[in-house]
């Protein structure tokens, strides 16, 4: 099945990606060179501040918590994937319930209302990578869009 | 598919993945995982599903062609808004980072070599080939995520009007 292998693919890149980022810390000792290659390939998207950033060894890893979590969030997504077969498509409202927590904490961040935690940004992230992660699972996992629809549409269509 | 349609819709997703990853300020909404490029990849393909001439299912095929081409068209108009804002406000960047490690607790000795290194490069001249290599690569794969994202709400708001 096409979809899939892409979805496959997806999972191993998502998993080469993990591994790096938290390879650095480890690698800072042994392989410097290769640790920081790896930390500018992962800098390119993430502001890699280290007082942001969870630690391994008493080194930062590659990304910050947000990112960190995001990233997780998605491993756990398409592992639910792998496990379940398919996943279907939630009510909008609770995208959005999810997404607006690091929206929040971002800008009251911003403003200087208060200063978030690390366990702030780690569950915030985490519940963005959920949303975006699944809804990107949802999109990659079938062409015949039968899971967009409602559980007695999408019989419907099947048995038609 | 059609070719023009797929140009016209990344020219608008990738002005706005453009504005929102070079702009001053606004930029800072990348900080939450790239959310600007994802957004212009995601306005790509709900402006290419606004010019069909009749509601028609996106496919994911169009889906991926649409944010790659939007990723594209993106990383070069970045390019030339990050010139733009270069001539107006000079390393702009470097400065905001400056202020922000000066106003924190603990920051190490390499982060100041890094900004040192960076302000050095700059000096040098906009250097725009790296800037241009670094958005052709991180561009398109985010605006792939948004436009695959934008897919599903695309393809719902379809289902459901039917």
């Keep these: ?160 | 598919m059609e070719n023009q349609r797929i140009i016209s819709a990344a020219i608008i997703g990738g002005i706005t993945a453009a504005v929102l990853t070079t702009m001053p300020v606004i930029n800072l909404i990348n900080c939450l995982c790239c959310i600007g490029v994802i957004f212009g990849g995601a306005i790509g393909l709900f402006y290419y599903a606004r010019l069909s001439p009749e509601p028609e299912v996106i496919t994911q095929p169009t889906a991926l062609t649409v944010g790659i081409v939007t990723g594209l068209f993106g990383a070069f108009f970045a390019v030339a808004l990050e010139w733009i804002f270069y001539e107006m406000f000079g390393p702009w960047q470097i400065e905001f980072a400056r202020d922000l490690a000066e106003n924190m607790d603990d920051v190490p000795a390499y982060v100041e070599d890094i900004l040192d290194e960076l302000e050095n490069q700059i000096a040098s001249g906009f250097n725009w080939g790296s800037i241009l290599l670094e958005n052709l690569i991180i561009l398109p794969v985010f605006c792939l995520v948004g436009a695959m994202i934008a897919r599903v709400f695309i393809n719902r708001n379809l289902i459901e009007k039917q």
């Excluded at chain 1, 942001?52 to 990304?63: F, K, M």
């Excluded at chain 1, 990112?67 to 939630?90: D, P, Q």
Aim: proline share 4%; hydrophobic share 50%.
């Design chain 1, 1 to 160: 099945m096409v979809q899939k292998k892409r979805i496959i693919i997806v999972f191993a890149v998502l998993n080469l990606w993990i591994i790096g980022f938290t390879s650095v810390p480890l690698l800072k000792t042994t392989a410097p060179t290769l640790a920081n290659s790896i930390s500018d390939v992962v800098g390119r998207t993430c502001h890699q501040i280290p007082n942001r950033s969870l630690y391994i060894d008493g080194s930062p890893i590659a990304v910050c918590a947000r990112c960190t979590a995001v990233y997780i969030a998605g491993w756990v997504v398409l592992i639910l994937y792998f496990l379940r077969g398919k996943i279907r498509l939630f009510p909008g409202y609770l995208y959005l319930l999810c997404t607006a927590p690091m929206i929040l904490d971002f800008i009251l961040e911003k403003m200087s209302i208060y200063h978030n935690l690390t366990a702030v940004r780690l569950i915030t992230g985490g519940l963005f990578g959920l949303t975006l992660f699944h809804l990107m699972i949802v999109s990659m996992q079938s062409d015949d869009d039968v899971s967009l629809h409602s559980r007695g549409q999408a019989w419907k269509i099947k048995e038609s």
